[in-house]
């Protein structure tokens, strides 16, 4: 074999261990895919819904791995530890069934004589939450605002909804790992709505930027890093009626929890209240701060100096607003 049929060979190996076998989304409804053959495809899960509960409860263990007894205790809260630890065997059984390859590679493990079950790393069963956390870390240490952008539109796909929402009322899912995970996974999404966000309006698509954190806010009125972001851009379309009204829902929603408006947030309200002109230049407050040049938006001093009604303001607007303005839909 020549030095180059060795080459081919070894990356096609690599590539080989490297890629994943099965996927798994836990955003949204539950979804489990194989990637390569399985050694069996009966949904023996369905039966026994246990199985399927251990594999998310496994998902959200820290290094995905769990003491049997812990794992017991957690699905079998009610019943005595020799049953549960029973229940727990037949459930791993299944599970372990399910995630088999028919080249039989097991993607549930047992570690330290069989005390600790263990699912495969992220290479091998692909996990949508991992991979957005993954997909966010590169985007924020990238240098090309292109592939930054590509990366945070992909990550934006893999969320499909509620975590776990299949769960929500089972008692396992009240347990600290799974908050934790939970609370973890809305940091990591306002982050990506965030930086998906800056990274349109660097791209001079302030469309798919309102339209980003608008989807965002009519599911999360209160994340006002976000909020701030969205009032900023539609002061710059003249849209303070429209601005005003999230700002006053915000403060509404943020009292009812004890909570105040941020400074900024307050000080943009006033601004937008008043109607007074905005600045040449704003930021953005983030950990990567973006400062915006109002030609990323509209033309600034044509806006500004156009009342409120005025025929020529549908010119300055950009498409969308347009069309959201002749449909009265939108109050500028």
Request: charged share 30%; proline share 6%; net charge neutral.
């Amino acid at each position: 074999m020549n030095e180059q049929s060795m080459t081919e060979l070894a990356e096609s190996e690599t590539s080989r261990i490297l890629s994943p076998r099965a996927r798994v989304f836990l955003s949204g409804t539950f979804q489990f895919t194989w990637l390569v053959p399985p050694l069996t495809t009966e949904p023996l899960w369905n039966g026994r819904t246990s199985a399927r509960a251990l594999l998310k409860l496994l998902l959200c263990a820290p290094e995905r791995q769990a003491p049997r007894g812990v794992l017991a205790g957690i699905l079998w809260p009610e019943t005595d530890e020799a049953k549960a630890r029973e229940s727990l065997r037949a459930a791993a059984k299944v599970l372990r069934k399910m995630l088999r390859t028919a080249e039989g590679e097991d993607l549930l493990e047992n570690r330290q004589q069989g005390e600790i079950l263990k699912l495969a790393e992220q290479d091998r069963l692909w996990v949508d939450v991992d991979a957005v956390e993954d997909a966010l870390t590169r985007a924020s240490r990238g240098t090309n605002p292109d592939e930054t952008l590509r990366l945070l539109q992909q990550a934006q796909s893999w969320l499909r909804g509620e975590f776990l929402a299949d769960d929500l009322d089972q008692e396992w899912s009240g347990y600290h790992w799974v908050k934790q995970r939970k609370q973890a996974l809305w940091m990591t999404r306002c982050r990506l709505v965030r930086l998906l966000a800056d990274s349109y309006v660097k791209h001079r698509q302030i469309d798919q930027a309102q339209e980003t954190l608008e989807r965002h806010i009519a599911r999360f009125p209160t994340d006002q890093d976000a909020l701030y972001r969205l009032l900023a851009l539609l002061e710059r379309q003249g849209c303070f009626e429209q601005a005003c009204i999230l700002y006053e829902r915000a403060k509404r929603l943020l009292d009812g929890k004890g909570k105040k408006p941020t400074e900024q947030l307050k000080a943009l309200y006033e601004r937008v209240r008043n109607a007074e002109p905005p600045p040449a230049y704003f930021s953005i407050p983030n950990t990567q701060e973006i400062t915006i040049k109002p030609e990323a938006f509209i033309r600034e001093s044509a806006l500004s100096a156009t009342p409120p009604g005025d025929p020529q303001l549908e010119n300055l607007l950009p498409q969308r607003s347009q069309s959201l303005l002749k449909a009265g839909l939108l109050s500028c």
